[in-house]
């Protein structure tokens, strides 16, 4: 997979997110392969109003991979769910951003996760809730791969096709590192899309760094009527920061070096 | 109980549109006429506790009252997180239906047999934990639970309990019944335990023994102010339980009468902290473990001549 240069907006929402990198530890990895999959769902594909975070109709994403939070604040705060100073409170004692998502604290987060393998029940009780009160509302849940080892995902991944709920769609932000290393020794999950697919979900695969490739999937939903939808979204772990791609010791730090500190700042072209 | 307790699903159902069940694999033909009525409101989903309860939660957060049902040791250990976190951390009015509290399954082995059940969820923030007499308290409860605005656990008995209750003591969570006075002892009991309650009350009765009796339907929010008041002047607070005796009514009552000064004497009647690993009936148990009236009343005489 070779995904185009970062551009201008990638660059400036993963500013965002490192706008963080003095307050507390950061889950660098997870939080950089998430940035496009969150932006495109954010600029291009969630029927959503900052102005109106309730709005029954609307339609909801949930962080499942709660620890890559830094990224959805960074796009939540963009799009204007609340300011981006804020992100620099990041697990701040009294902040209103944690370490992982709380529903109830900001605007915008709609479910608290970061206890692996619950998103995908969740969002598939939503999905079920807004047929049962007929409303048009699509559900999104993002997954990490590493969290697919949950066999309650593999549950809800059951019922969500037993009920044919075309208006629900799991992504996976395939990184293929978890926290230990590869996922394909950790735990392997090939075949992934034909696990997905004899579970019942019609999958669609994109490059998860280039913004036109996610828009081409996520704006052609659902991958087929009457199921649900699973995106397998290739990543690169630690995505855009020289430091941290493809390392799994980036996969969560604290304690960096100045040295670091300044080459991940100078290399987002300052904050 | 049992029964009126799913009766009473279907029946709200009818008439508030936020009502769902939610079954794991019950037995069959369970409230098929639910299952008629309101299609799209009654879920079956299989055996995956863990999916049930994450998925009730979503439909909460959108507005739905789940009644999520299945056995009280599959909701309470196999899904415990999933409970903590989807259902209480976010605070939804998601009700948790147990078949089988106590020892009603002990037949089946201690797998099935909920002993902690109340302990667990109590120990859960946000968490309502109530366990009804019978099953004329169970439809006040039901109807009550339309307007708690939180997380409720539903311990259900084997059925066929007798009916104690009377309607003109009413029904609220969180607030216990006296159902007897007496001078010397306080008795307070929760679900079917009330009813022995009462009777070891009688039999300490023609002892000389005064016994008033508290009904502790709600185990969590605690009843501590009327639990403090009865016991002003009594010789012995014994509770009595179908649980272990760890963290679940006795915990209850010792914790609000610590709270509130001295703690005076205090009998704890409860089941051992171990696994169940004798089977038979629950009240063949109940026996073995001193927990029906005559072993109450022993327990109690007892404790009163060592003072």
């Given amino acids: ?271 | 109980m049992r029964k009126t307790c799913l009766d009473m699903i279907h029946r709200l159902a009818l008439t508030d549109s936020r009502v769902v069940y939610v079954g794991s694999d019950p037995s069959a033909g369970t409230l098929k006429q639910m299952a008629k009525d309101v299609p799209d409101r009654f879920i079956i989903e299989g055996i995956a506790e863990a999916n049930l309860i994450g998925m009730a939660a979503g439909m909460a957060m959108d507005g739905l009252m789940p009644f999520v049902h299945t056995i009280a040791t599959f909701l309470t250990r196999r899904c415990y997180e999933q409970v903590a976190i989807d259902v209480c951390l976010h605070d939804l009015p998601v009700r948790l239906v147990g078949n089988g509290g106590g020892l009603v399954y002990a037949p089946l082995g201690p797998t099935h047999t909920a002993i902690d059940d109340l302990a667990l969820f109590s120990a859960l923030p946000g968490m309502a934990v109530v366990a009804c007499s019978d099953a004329d308290e169970m439809v006040r409860l039901m109807q009550a639970s339309l307007s708690w605005p939180g997380p409720l656990y539903i311990r259900l008995g084997k059925g066929g309990d007798p009916v104690i209750s009377k309607e003109e003591n009413g029904f609220a969570i969180g607030r216990a019944i006296p159902m007897r006075k007496g001078s010397d002892v306080l008795l307070v009991s929760t679900g079917v335990m009330t009813g022995r309650a009462l009777a070891a009350a009688e039999i300490l009765e023609a002892d000389g023994i005064g016994c008033a009796v508290l009904h502790a339907h709600t185990v969590k929010p605690f009843d501590g102010e009327q639990t403090v008041a009865l016991a002003q002047g009594k010789r012995l607070v014994v509770s009595v339980e179908e649980h272990s005796r760890i963290g679940g009514l006795g915990a209850a009552v010792l914790d609000a009468l610590a709270a509130s000064g001295p703690v005076p004497p205090t009998l704890r009647l409860a089941l051992p902290d171990s696994f169940v690993h004798q089977y038979g009936s629950q009240d063949a148990l109940l026996e073995r473990f001193g927990l029906q009236p005559e072993g109450i009343a022993a327990s109690i005489t007892q404790a009163i001549r060592k003072r």
Avoid at chain 1, 165 to 191: F, H, R, T, W
Wanted: hydrophobic fraction near 45%; aromatic fraction near 6%; include cysteine.
């Fill in chain 1, 1 to 271: 997979m070779t995904s185009p240069p970062l551009d201008d907006r990638s660059r400036h929402l993963r500013r965002l997110a490192i706008s963080a990198i003095k307050s507390a530890g950061i889950h660098f990895g997870a939080t950089m392969s998430l940035i496009e999959i969150l932006r495109v769902l954010y600029d291009d594909i969630l029927r959503i109003d900052p102005k109106r975070p309730d709005d029954p109709d609307r339609d909801r994403c949930i962080l499942s991979k709660g620890h890559g939070v830094l990224a959805l604040y960074a796009i939540l705060a963009d799009k204007g769910f609340f300011p981006t100073s804020e992100i620099a409170t990041f697990c701040a004692v009294d902040s209103r951003l944690p370490g992982h998502p709380e529903h109830g604290l900001l605007p915008g987060i709609e479910a608290s996760t970061g206890a692996l393998g619950h998103g995908l029940s969740i969002g598939l009780g939503m999905a079920l809730a807004a047929r049962i009160q007929k409303r048009p509302s699509r559900v999104f849940v993002v997954m990490g791969d590493g969290e697919t080892n949950e066999g309650s995902v593999w549950e809800a991944a059951m019922s969500a096709a037993k009920h044919g709920l075309d208006n629900l769609v799991a992504i996976i932000d395939y990184n293929k590192l978890q926290s230990y290393g590869p996922v394909e020794q950790v735990q392997p999950l090939e075949p992934l899309a034909d696990k997905w697919r004899a579970f019942g979900f019609a999958v669609a695969q994109a490059d998860g760094h280039d913004p036109a490739d996610l828009k081409r999937v996520l704006g052609a939903l659902p991958v087929a009527a009457g199921q649900p939808s699973l995106v397998i979204a290739h990543t690169v772990k630690g995505k855009g920061l020289s430091l941290a791609e493809g390392v799994a010791d980036w996969h969560h730090k604290r304690k960096l070096t100045e040295a670091e500190t300044a080459a991940i700042i100078a290399e987002l072209g300052g904050m």
